[in-house]
């Protein structure tokens, strides 16, 4: 069993709510955009995945990749910044979903969060929003969830942007 807090376009802030949000949690999952300095402070908070985003530095671009595949506790976890959502996934991840076959599909971007089964491609997908203070949002939010048997005990911080 391992608890995931899951975050993505931090755009350079990271919210004090991360480290009470996600203090129980095994590990974080980042999602993209995660702008200078935080990937670091994550990295010394817990073990840290982590993809690039369209506006992470060149010096970002070399220490990740664009796409993970990975597996915990038996499931396999593709992440990636711009992914889309069931019925709108992006032209370069319909491929990877259809030969790769993960049990959850997480991808940012969009900063709007949306969880939400797809029975087509059978998967979870998990936008975790946005938890920094760029961008249109008004409120910034972390998801955190527990792999089991199966994904279970999802839950939500939602905040002011503003206030961390």
Same mark, same amino acid.
């Given at each position: 069993?391992?608890?995931?807090?899951?975050?993505?376009?931090?755009?350079?802030?990271?919210?004090?709510?991360?480290?009470?949000?996600?203090?129980?949690?095994? &590990?974080?999952?980042?999602?993209?955009?995660?702008?200078?300095?935080?990937?670091?402070? *994550?990295?010394?908070?817990? @073990?840290?995945?982590?993809?690039?985003?369209?506006?992470?530095?060149?010096?970002?671009?070399?220490?990740?990749?664009?796409? =993970?595949?990975?597996?915990?506790? #038996?499931?396999?976890?593709?992440?990636?910044?711009?992914? %889309?959502? @069931?019925?709108?996934?992006?032209?370069?991840?319909? @491929? *990877?979903?259809?030969? &790769?076959?993960?049990?959850?599909?997480?991808? %940012?971007?969009?900063?709007?969060?949306?969880?939400?089964?797809?029975?087509?491609?059978?998967?979870?997908?998990?936008?975790?929003?946005?938890? %920094?203070? =760029? #961008?249109? =949002?008004?409120?910034?939010?972390?998801?955190?969830?527990? *792999?089991?048997?199966? @994904?279970?005990?999802? &839950?939500?911080?939602?905040?002011?942007?503003?206030?961390?």
């Amino acid at each position: 069993m391992l608890r995931i807090g899951i975050l993505s376009d931090t755009h350079g802030t990271l919210p004090k709510q991360v480290y009470t949000f996600f203090d129980k949690c095994d &590990e974080i999952w980042h999602a993209g955009d995660i702008g200078s300095g935080v990937l670091d402070k *994550l990295r010394d908070f817990k @073990p840290v995945v982590a993809v690039f985003g369209n506006m992470d530095s060149w010096d970002m671009r070399y220490q990740l990749t664009e796409t =993970q595949l990975f597996r915990r506790e #038996g499931f396999k976890i593709l992440m990636t910044h711009i992914g %889309g959502y @069931p019925d709108h996934y992006e032209k370069r991840i319909r @491929p *990877l979903l259809l030969s &790769e076959k993960p049990d959850i599909f997480v991808a %940012g971007h969009s900063h709007i969060l949306r969880v939400m089964f797809d029975k087509t491609y059978n998967l979870l997908h998990i936008n975790p929003g946005a938890a %920094g203070r =760029q #961008g249109f =949002q008004t409120v910034s939010t972390l998801v955190r969830l527990t *792999l089991d048997d199966k @994904p279970k005990d999802l &839950e939500i911080c939602e905040f002011d942007k503003f206030s961390n």
